[in-house]
């Protein structure tokens, strides 16, 4: 089975705080992704990652970076929180040409 | 525009019943399409993949996919309590290369009545 990490199911940090969110597969997949998920707005597209050290922009990049280093890790950077960056954080990864995307459990982020 | 829309619902279906929940999608080019199960506080669980048109069954679970339309829907048979959730259309939308995130779907929250 494809196990999809994540480092906090709960955090919560300050206004202008750096918050680092970790990401890790043991799939050996290629692609990662973020997302962040909000009520009414769904799941949206953060930034994703098809290789070390490879990025790409998602619908929704502005306030946040991206780090992957090595291939099984993918981490999320709010440089300086916000708090409309209070969300649902999900990762995911798949290997493949079909794009089936599998979940980690999530971190719901609270900016105070 | 990258659009996915489903009807948020709720849908009350009986125990029993079969549940039918609908999906379009804007991007006449897409390729790849996918339901995801999600429970209250959870991430999203995949359920069902679907690339062709036509039907694709596995258990309870049948996708159907009408490109022509940009139509794909999901039905549950025999639907069970634990299939209470909110169920979310997925589209892969190619824009050109690399591998892009999923488009979704707001959601469509099911509710299956003992």
């Known amino acids: 089975d494809v196990k999809v990490t994540q480092s906090s199911r709960y955090l919560v940090k300050r206004t202008g705080e750096k918050v680092f969110l970790e990401c890790v597969q043991d799939?050996?997949?290629?692609?990662m992704f973020w997302y962040r998920q909000d009520p009414g707005l769904g799941l949206r597209l953060i930034y994703f990652s098809y290789d070390v050290k490879m990025k790409e922009k998602g619908d929704i990049p502005e306030g946040y970076s991206v780090s992957r280093e090595k291939k099984e890790r993918f981490s999320l950077i709010l440089e300086s929180a916000s708090t409309n960056q209070t969300s649902m954080y999900l990762c995911?990864?798949?290997?493949?040409?079909?794009?089936?995307?599998?979940f980690g459990p999530g971190t719901r982020l609270t900016v105070l | 525009q990258k659009e996915v829309e489903q009807n948020s619902g709720p849908l009350s279906v009986p125990e029993g019943a079969i549940a039918s929940l609908n999906c379009t999608y804007s991007?006449?080019?897409?390729?790849?399409f996918f339901w995801y199960r999600q429970y209250s506080g959870k991430s999203p669980e995949l359920i069902m993949s679907i690339y062709s048109n036509g039907d694709k069954e596995d258990g309870r679970f049948t996708a159907q996919l009408n490109k022509a339309s940009q139509y794909v829907s999901l039905l549950i048979r025999d639907s069970q309590p634990s299939d209470s959730a909110t169920y979310l259309c997925a589209v892969n939308m190619f824009s050109g290369g690399g591998a892009d995130g999923l488009t979704f779907g707001k959601g469509t929250h099911l509710i299956i009545q003992p």
């Open positions: 991007d006449r080019v897409s390729q790849s």
């Open positions: 995911a990864s798949h290997s493949g040409s079909y794009n089936e995307q599998f």
């Open positions: 799939m050996d997949h290629e692609n």
